[in-house]
């Protein structure tokens, strides 16, 4: 059983270039969820998905990134024009809703730097 | 809207010492609780979690959770600290699975003094 995986696992661009994570779930998780973490911080919602829907987003989500999963398998999250305050690490993870725990199965994260 | 707090961004104990970290929720309906550890360049995984049913929990490695609440906690323990459990560890909440995200803390390294 492979776990949630994501690439690139560390990413160094410069300010004002676009940038582009992809995740792989779980196969059989029909819920995909995308965090931000920060140093000293936990991690912070962005964005999810059910199936291909997505259902929710955060305010932390501005018109420079965009998250897709065009057929409710993996996922990408861009964002455009990175700004150094974008340096962070991107979380994904997964979930079965109807195992109805909760419970989310992470990645080992994309490690973004912005110079 | 959900929230945790975690006291303590920094706990250290000898080993072999107890462990303990601290959780406080902030939740408008009964909650879902989680502890998840990250070990550095890994991923975060769930130790534990509280749903329905009894308030004390046990998870992987030792580790237990007991959720009260009349204190809105759900601290976790550990009877005896190993090297191995040096890590940061989170609490998260999710007030309705079907609503989706968790909310995090800020998280707690914990280290372990030989």
């Known amino acids: 059983d492979t776990g949630v995986s994501q690439d690139p696992r560390h990413k160094i661009t410069k300010r004002g270039q676009n940038v582009t994570f992809r995740c792989d779930p779980i196969s059989e998780h029909n819920r995909l969820y995308w965090y931000r973490q920060t140093l000293g911080q936990g991690p912070e919602f962005l964005t999810y998905?059910?199936?291909?829907?997505?259902?929710?987003k955060s305010r932390l989500l501005s018109d420079r990134f965009s998250a897709e999963r065009p057929k409710g398998s993996f996922s990408t999250l861009e964002i455009q024009r990175t700004e150094q305050g974008d340096s962070a690490m991107y979380l994904c993870a997964s979930s079965l809703v109807s195992a109805s725990t909760g419970e989310l199965f992470f990645g080992e994260g994309s490690r973004l730097t912005v110079l | 809207a959900q929230s945790v707090t975690q006291l303590g961004s920094h706990v250290s104990v000898s080993e072999g010492a107890l462990v303990l970290l601290r959780c406080n929720y902030s939740?408008?309906?009964?909650?879902?609780l989680f502890w998840y550890v990250q070990y550095p360049n890994q991923g975060l995984q769930l130790l534990l979690k509280?749903?329905?049913?009894?308030?004390l929990v046990k998870g992987i490695n030792g580790f237990e959770a007991e959720f009260k609440k009349s204190e809105t906690s759900f601290h976790l323990t550990k009877p005896s600290a190993h090297m191995s459990d040096a890590a940061e560890y989170f609490c998260?909440?999710?007030?309705?699975?079907?609503?989706?995200?968790?909310?995090f803390g800020d998280g707690t390294t914990l280290t372990v003094k030989p």
């Open positions: 509280y749903t329905t049913g009894a308030t």
């Open positions: 998260a909440v999710t007030v309705n699975t079907n609503a989706g995200k968790s909310t």
């Open positions: 939740s408008s309906v009964p909650p879902y």
């Open positions: 998905f059910q199936n291909e829907a997505q259902l929710e």
